[in-house]
């Protein structure tokens, strides 16, 4: 890095619950923005900037600061889907710099599970305009099929293989073992498989769309949260040790004529990212990627420059992604979407398993972690879709 962070994450909060009947997303909202402010030793009334997606309408920006009783001095409504909250962190640390704001407050609450949304195998959960769709939407493309196009051309073009995409769902399901929340949804969720898996497993499981299989899927639960971002002057009295901003990058991507599909915007966010923080891929310890399916991790991994691209499927053999293994980074070490909570946008819970990680505090803490990437990923790979990625990093 050039210069000293300026924001930080001091607060943060995560609905234990997978399945949530009986609560309203605004509730589940408010109880974690309450419990991030308390992990910081911070009010309501101290926050003067809000982030927020539409997932409680489409005027949440104004629903969500009256609910919590707040009369923010900035508001930021960016919609990159999974990656919105990527993009929030890195808004919120440029809108403190700029002296805008003191402290942010970014919250998420989905009852995705609860309200029966076909995430990921039902059609897509968004509407662009015909004239973006026209010659997508008459042929009924779920979003997982999109998904298995972009792993069926991996496969052709590099030889990736099937095996070489289980092992990111065994990585996750291993992490997910030592999360007790992560154990407990997976069993409230009615996961038959629910204990360790195999690559063998995984390539059992039922085919969703060639070549992905159920595991290679994320769940669909409930689920929530909150972070709470605060300049270096607040940070310097917060209860708990900051998280440092230390870089960011946004982009979007989109089928063009000759464009390779393999290629994502994480390319460029992530190129932005690590230039702006003034770090490299070999020397984070910590990597949450984005897991709605297990090839959308291996694309990321090799658009971020932790492996070149074509070698992702060597690269997660054997192992190597889990927190205890030397080389790492680890990966998604809560379990991720594809083993630990995954409801419509899960990018808030990138942020706050790799505070937990930098804090010291993760069921599979990394020794010394010191370096985080959070990755989010929206839209649908394959074809439209928005990335973000903020680098993280503690004293």
Avoid at 304 to 320: I, M, N, P, W
Wanted: hydrophobic share 40%; net charge negative; with cysteine.
């Amino acid at each position: 890095m050039t210069s000293a962070p300026t924001a930080a994450i001091v607060g943060i909060c995560e609905y234990p619950d997978r399945v949530a009947p009986g609560i309203s997303v605004m509730q589940m909202k408010a109880r974690c923005a309450l419990g991030a402010l308390a992990d910081a030793g911070l009010t309501l009334a101290d926050v003067d900037a809000i982030y927020d997606v539409p997932e409680t309408g489409e005027l949440s920006l104004l629903s969500t600061p009256e609910y919590f009783g707040i009369t923010p001095r900035v508001v930021d409504g960016t919609n990159l889907a999974g990656a919105s909250y990527e993009a929030h962190a890195a808004h919120a640390a440029r809108d403190i710099a700029a002296g805008r704001a003191w402290v942010a407050l970014l919250t998420y609450g989905s009852l995705a599970r609860s309200n029966n949304r076909a995430i990921g195998t039902g059609t897509p959960i968004v509407t662009y305009p015909p004239v973006v769709t026209g010659l997508e939407a008459p042929w009924g493309l779920p979003v997982a099929g999109n998904y298995a196009m972009l792993a069926m051309r991996h496969m052709h073009e590099y030889g990736t293989t099937a095996e070489q995409l289980a092992e990111i769902a065994v990585v996750a399901r291993a992490h997910a073992q030592r999360n007790p929340d992560a154990k407990a949804g997976l069993a409230a969720l009615g996961i038959r498989r629910s204990g360790e898996l195999t690559v063998e497993d995984v390539l059992a499981s039922r085919m969703i769309a060639d070549p992905l299989h159920v595991l290679d899927c994320c769940l669909v639960s409930d689920g929530g949260g909150a972070v709470v971002i605060a300049a270096r002057d607040v940070a310097a009295d917060t209860r708990r040790p900051p998280v440092w901003i230390l870089g960011s990058g946004e982009a979007t991507g989109a089928v063009t004529p000759g464009s390779d599909i393999t290629i994502t915007g994480a390319a460029r966010s992530g190129a932005d990212a690590f230039g702006s923080a003034g770090v490299r891929p070999g020397e984070i310890d910590i990597a949450m990627l984005y897991d709605s399916f297990t090839i959308t991790v291996l694309a990321a991994l090799e658009d971020l420059g932790f492996c070149k691209k074509g070698e992702g499927g060597s690269y997660v053999q054997d192992g190597r992604l889990r927190f205890d293994q030397p080389g790492g980074p680890a990966l998604n070490t809560d379990g991720g979407g594809l083993s630990s909570t995954h409801p419509g946008m899960r990018g808030i819970f990138l942020l706050i398993e790799a505070t937990r990680q930098l804090r010291g505090d993760s069921t599979a803490q990394v020794a010394g972690a010191r370096l985080a990437v959070a990755h989010g990923n929206g839209g649908t790979l394959g074809t439209r879709h928005g990335c973000a990625t903020v680098i993280l990093g503690r004293d």
